[in-house]
C-alpha cells in the first residue's frame, strides 16, 4: 500500500481532505495528515507544522496554489513518487518544479482514483 500524506487535512468531515483520508484508510493505504491543527481521522495522524517524514509515495494536497509557496520546498523534500493536484489546487509552478526532481504530478481527483481502482 502507498504510504500518502494528506496536505490540509481536518477533522471536519465536510471537508475533502478528511474524506480523502478515510478512503485512503478503508482502502489500506497507511495515511499521514498535514494540517492547521493536531488531531486524528480515521485512526491516522494529523500533524501541524513540516515533520521529517520519509518513505512517502503520494502527497495529496488540499490546499489553494496562494498556500504552494509556503509549502513547495517541504513537499519536494520528501521525495515522493507522486504528488497529485486536486481539483482546485493546480499549479504549474510547483508541478514543474517537482517534475525537474523527477517526482510524478497529476491534476486528478484522489476521491475518484480511489473509487475506480486506478490510486
Given at each position: 500500500m502507498?504510504k500518502?500524506?494528506?496536505i490540509?487535512?481536518?477533522?471536519?468531515p465536510?471537508?475533502?481532505?478528511?474524506?480523502a483520508?478515510?478512503?485512503?484508510?478503508k482502502?489500506?493505504?497507511?495515511?499521514?495528515?498535514l494540517?492547521l491543527?493536531?488531531?486524528?481521522?480515521?485512526?491516522?495522524?494529523?500533524?501541524?507544522?513540516?515533520?521529517?517524514?520519509?518513505?512517502?509515495?503520494?502527497?495529496?494536497?488540499?490546499i489553494g496554489p496562494?498556500?504552494?509557496?509556503?509549502?513547495m520546498?517541504?513537499?519536494i523534500?520528501?521525495?515522493?513518487?507522486r504528488i497529485?493536484?486536486?481539483p482546485g489546487?493546480e499549479?504549474d509552478e510547483?508541478?514543474?518544479?517537482?517534475?525537474?526532481?523527477?517526482?510524478?504530478?497529476?491534476e486528478?481527483?484522489?476521491?475518484?482514483?480511489?473509487?475506480i481502482?486506478?490510486?
Amino acid at each position: 500500500m502507498k504510504k500518502t500524506v494528506v496536505i490540509g487535512a481536518s477533522e471536519n468531515p465536510e471537508r475533502y481532505a478528511f474524506k480523502a483520508m478515510t478512503s485512503l484508510k478503508k482502502h489500506g493505504h497507511e495515511v499521514i495528515g498535514l494540517g492547521l491543527k493536531e488531531g486524528e481521522v480515521a485512526g491516522s495522524m494529523i500533524l501541524t507544522g513540516k515533520p521529517e517524514l520519509s518513505g512517502i509515495d503520494t502527497v495529496t494536497l488540499y490546499i489553494g496554489p496562494a498556500k504552494h509557496p509556503e509549502w513547495m520546498d517541504y513537499l519536494i523534500g520528501l521525495k515522493p513518487k507522486r504528488i497529485i493536484f486536486n481539483p482546485g489546487t493546480e499549479n504549474d509552478e510547483f508541478a514543474s518544479k517537482a517534475s525537474k526532481q523527477g517526482i510524478e504530478c497529476i491534476e486528478a481527483c484522489t476521491l475518484v482514483m480511489l473509487s475506480i481502482g486506478n490510486f
